[in-house]
């Protein structure tokens, strides 16, 4: 497996057909999954592409997945990404979510475009470490998996957190 980035897709291939089999998936193959999902919409759609089509459930996993294999500099630029569009997955429900999409501004899509390109620099060191994780978990020393929080936001609770913050901004509150 000289060429992980390669090798870590074929991979995706072969679990993403375990899954489609009605196969459940262990916790490290779902991490494996929810990064290499990210590879996948990043590479042909940018980050604007992952944000409207990854729900905030998989959004949380893959921050989790990105921390369990210590790829942080592709976990910095999802982060940035994030705040750019200005999504939270942990309050936001997935309509509100793709509400701010469609009002995304033009300076704000050409900031996720810049981010893009950081991606395509960053990614095949995080491809690598995937490898490394890989043959951690099959060798049978596998590391923790960093576990996202079982919160599922609702659109009420987004709501009620955005006045809450206009609120605060405009000192009513």
């Avoid at 779902?30 to 990043?42: A, E, G, H, L, N």
């Avoid at 997945?65 to 569009?85: H, S």
């Avoid at 999504?87 to 997935?94: A, E, H, L, W």
């Amino acid at each position: 497996m000289a060429n992980a980035h390669g090798a870590m897709l074929d991979l995706a291939i072969e679990l993403a057909t375990k899954k489609a089999a009605g196969q459940r998936l262990s916790v490290h193959e779902q991490v494996f999954v929810d990064i290499t999902w990210i590879d996948t919409q990043v590479a042909p759609n940018g980050f604007l592409g992952w944000l409207s089509y990854t729900s905030g459930k998989r959004m949380l996993r893959t921050l989790a997945a990105l921390r369990t294999i210590a790829c942080y500099p592709v976990l910095a630029l999802v982060e940035r990404a994030l705040l750019v569009a200005a999504i939270d997955p942990t309050t936001m429900c997935d309509a509100d979510r793709e509400a701010r999409l469609d009002l995304l501004s033009e300076a704000d899509a050409r900031h996720l475009y810049a981010l893009d390109d950081a991606f395509y620099d960053a990614v095949e060191d995080c491809m690598q470490r995937l490898q490394d994780f890989v043959r951690a978990v099959e060798a049978g020393n596998p590391p923790s998996i960093e576990q996202q929080g079982r919160h599922e936001p609702t659109c009420a609770s987004h709501a009620r957190a955005i006045r809450r913050s206009w609120l605060g901004l405009w000192g009513a509150g």
